[in-house]
């Protein structure tokens, strides 16, 4: 089904990944972060491009971007943009707003 949405020559921050490594990059979050709920703060369409700003409140067990978080819940944000070819992603840039994180820590 993710196949319908995400082109199988997706790139993620400019590396190529396709479309198994972005299954497995999303299987792995929420396997890891078992709480996780993607909240659109802000969402901005200008073909072939959407950016959007999303909000989260979880709770991530372990490790998260190589954080002690340990199950603490936190708060941070994540812009994020999408380059669609062919009605799917194509190229995905991802920027999350660890400091936050840090900070609660």
């Known amino acids: 089904m993710l196949g319908?949405?995400?082109?199988?020559?997706?790139?993620?921050?400019?590396?190529?990944?396709?479309l198994g490594g972005y299954r497995?990059?999303?299987?792995?979050?929420f396997r890891e972060i078992p709480d996780?709920?993607?909240?659109?703060?802000?969402?901005?369409?200008?073909f072939p491009y959407v950016a959007s700003r999303l909000k989260f409140d979880c709770t991530p067990r372990g490790k998260f971007l190589g954080l002690d978080v340990d199950g603490r819940k936190v708060s941070f944000s994540e812009n994020v943009f999408y380059e669609?070819?062919?009605?799917?992603?194509?190229?995905v840039?991802?920027?999350?707003?660890?400091?936050?994180?840090?900070a609660q820590l």
């Open 36 to 46: 996780l709920h993607f909240n659109i703060a802000i969402l901005v369409a200008d």
């Open 24 to 29: 497995a990059m999303l299987e792995r979050d």
């Open 93 to 102: 840039w991802s920027v999350i707003d660890k400091a936050a994180i840090e």
């Open 84 to 91: 669609f070819q062919n009605e799917k992603i194509w190229r």
């Open 4 to 18: 319908q949405f995400v082109h199988d020559d997706v790139h993620y921050n400019d590396k190529w990944i396709g």
